[in-house]
Nanobody
Framework: QVQLVESGGGLVQAGGSLRLSCAASGSIISINAMGWYRQPPGKQRELVAVITPVVSTNYADSVKGRFTISRDIAKNTVYLQMNSLKPEDTAVYCC?????????????????WGQGTQVTVSS
């Protein structure tokens, strides 16, 4: 009922910038918390940033001051602006959203994940 589609990953040199987008589509009533996670090669997935419905944000210590999470409610889209990228930021980045949607006349709330987008930062 709900799909998340990510875009914006790629290859960039250290010090460069990228902007990731994650657009949700489907029978969406509301989107609650929205976040970005990443999984570096050979490591476990980790939280990068999260934004709540009241636009409260939280960041991993490793990205504070360099990354900015934002959302466009009208477009059901969450963004991750990544500046001053470092080689250690190399990972597959996935968005995660808690979505309330309608189906068969009823409301449901569930977590959804994007397909992931590769970010590679060269030194």
């Amino acid at each position: 009922q709900v799909q998340l589609v990510e875009s914006g990953g790629g290859l960039v040199q250290a010090g460069g910038s990228l902007r990731l987008s994650c657009a949700a589509s489907g029978s969406i009533i509301s989107i609650n918390a929205m976040g970005w996670y990443r999984q570096p090669p050979g490591k476990q997935r980790e939280l990068v940033a999260v934004i709540t419905p009241v636009v409260s944000t939280n960041y991993a210590d490793s990205v504070k001051g360099r990354f900015t999470i934002s959302r466009d409610i009208a477009k059901n889209t969450v963004y991750l602006q990544m500046n001053s990228l470092k080689p250690e930021d190399t990972a597959v980045y996935c968005c995660n959203e808690e979505v309330t949607y309608s189906s068969g006349g009823r409301l449901y709330t569930a977590d959804y994940w994007g397909q992931g987008t590769q970010v590679t930062v060269s030194s």
